[in-house]
């Protein structure tokens, strides 16, 4: 079997670079480098220093789709839908918000997308923000490279796995057999990508395929459940008074959407990786909507097909995710366990997708030179392979793991995962703030790809507000993490961000101040190819010296 996958990838590859030879010299120059002016470079490094080194361009339309879907599709779609059915009332109210939350990501993803036409590079929001802001200096290097060092970590997805997979194996879930469990996962991840490269392509790639699968029998399933022929006795109930019960509460509509958007996070995970994509232009633009698109779909129907099978009191008093209720209504209690395999798997299939994003951005801003802990070379490299960056898997690993053992997981887990989630934000208001100006300041620089302004003033507007929704008194004053205050969250998140401007501060301006020198870039080129910046201290000659 392995013989034969591998004999299809290459033939792939084959007809790929085939039709890269036919494409035309405009396009050649627009899929290397579409922008020549200096002023747009993002970083210290030209595009050539910038994608020198590692596999190289191994990346097709197929394995960039299934990249987005694979990031997409977690755990969420098997648990949030019976979470926001509970919140808004309604299984009407409940699907407008999803179509809103595709809505909201398809803004999302065009605006990445002429972002990522116009800088064809790895590293996603770290470039698009350096060829915007460029003034301080390495300001932004450093804020972003600040955030993704502290909260770089995936332990959400190795946590579901680990109490899924003792679930499927009839063993009690505990503390320390769970937390466990989940670390090997991470671990085995970073190893996997790190040390095989191509085998962990492919595993993700096929763990994509599966989920996809999953989600298509939830959806074939939900269509038999409609038809009246399973033991469900009213299929249609819920869509008879579809917007009977909705609630009129604004925060309740607030505290969906968020669940929802991170349902559909993850379309933006193909311009974290754009120096290992072939034909990166036209590949982007074809696996973004692609891959959204397949998500979307199957997102819409699969609650379809839960609401197919319980009545919305039904869900409300399970006390168990409407996918547990759904195989166990249609299939019997002993599907459950099935599902918890599959809801395994997908995990896994998240931190495989993420980690191997991951890693390419954090390679990215060690080239840039920040001072990190052993000299940023080190972390910038391919080590010890030469095709893949596991320094920079290194670095999504340690916070990781740490946040898989230290917290206690009533309280501080979820707390942490909030954390996360508002620097983000933080993030994308600057990038859809930084596209009108570029369109302002430079209105004839190339753009394969334009985003209709009214949906970038739409993503605006609605960035904007998911800044602020978090401040505004939830019902009770009581937010996700009691007794903790419910704005705390977004304090820390803030706090982080201006860590990175003292970082930046001391690295540029104090330091040199105090000790009398001066930095000064050269540019090294390592051995397995990689070009980084590296930053010396000269000291400075003062008059009389």
Request: aromatic fraction near 14%; charged fraction near 15%; hydrophobic fraction near 50%.
């Amino acid at each position: 079997m392995s013989t034969t996958w591998w004999s299809r990838l290459n033939k792939k590859q084959e007809e790929n670079h085939a039709s890269e030879s036919q494409l035309t010299e405009k396009d050649q120059r627009i899929q290397t480098q579409p922008n020549d002016d200096p002023n747009l470079n993002p970083g210290e490094l030209t595009f050539e220093e910038y994608t020198a080194g590692g596999l190289g361009r191994h990346l097709g339309v197929t394995s960039c789709t299934l990249l987005i879907v694979g990031r997409i599709v977690g755990t969420s779609i098997f648990s949030t839908p019976s979470s926001i059915l509970s919140s808004v009332g309604s299984v009407g109210a409940s699907f407008m918000l999803w179509a809103f939350g595709f809505f909201f990501s398809l803004c999302g993803l065009f605006i990445w997308l002429e972002f990522g036409t116009m800088f064809p590079r790895s590293g996603g929001e770290k470039v698009y923000l350096e060829a915007v802001y460029t003034k301080p200096k390495y300001l932004t290097t450093v804020v972003f490279a600040v955030y993704c060092i502290l909260l770089g970590f995936t332990p959400t997805g190795c946590i579901v796995f680990a109490s899924n997979i003792l679930v499927a194996a009839d063993q009690l879930v505990g503390r320390w057999n769970e937390r466990g469990i989940a670390l090997g996962v991470i671990f085995f991840v970073t190893l996997l990508h790190g040390l095989t490269p191509k085998t962990g392509v492919l595993i993700m790639n096929l763990l994509s395929i599966f989920k996809i699968l999953i989600l298509i029998f939830v959806v074939i399933t939900g269509w038999v459940v409609l038809s009246g022929k399973t033991r469900v006795a009213d299929p249609h109930y819920n869509f008879r008074n579809a917007f009977a019960g909705s609630s009129t509460s604004s925060s309740d509509y607030a505290a969906a959407t968020f669940k929802i958007l991170n349902a559909y996070a993850g379309w933006s995970n193909v311009n974290y990786v754009m120096n290992n994509v072939r034909n990166p232009v036209r590949t982007l633009k074809i696996a973004g909507l692609l891959g959204l698109g397949i998500c979307a779909v199957l997102y819409l129907l699969a609650n379809v097909a839960y609401f197919a099978a319980a009545t919305k009191t039904e869900i409300d008093e399970s006390g168990v995710t409407v996918a547990a209720l759904f195989f166990g209504t249609v299939f019997g209690s002993a599907a459950e366990r099935v599902l918890a395999v599959f809801i395994a798997l997908s995990a896994l299939g998240n931190v495989v997708t993420v980690t191997f994003a991951a890693a390419r951005v954090n390679q990215e801003i060690a080239k840039e030179g920040i001072p990190l802990p052993f000299g940023n070379k080190f972390w910038a490299s391919n080590w010890p392979t030469g095709k893949s960056p596991l320094p920079g898997l290194i670095i999504h690993l340690i916070p990781s793991a740490i946040t898989i053992i230290a917290p206690p997981p009533n309280i501080a887990f979820p707390f942490i995962l909030d954390i996360e989630g508002y620097p983000q934000q933080i993030i994308d208001l600057f990038v859809v703030t930084g596209l009108f100006y570029l369109r302002w300041k430079k209105p004839d620089a190339v753009r394969p790809f334009k985003v209709w302004w009214p949906f970038a003033v739409f993503f605006l507007v609605a960035a904007a507000f998911l800044l602020v929704a978090p401040f505004l008194r939830p019902p009770g004053g009581v937010g996700d993490t009691p007794p903790l205050p419910y704005y705390l969250y977004c304090l820390v998140g803030i706090t982080i961000m201006f860590a990175g401007v003292l970082y930046w501060a001391v690295w540029r301006i104090i330091l040199p101040k105090v000790f009398g020198y001066e930095l000064v870039l050269r540019k090294e080129k390592l051995d397995d190819g990689t070009v980084v910046a590296v930053f010396s201290n000269q000291k400075i000659q003062r008059s009389g010296d």
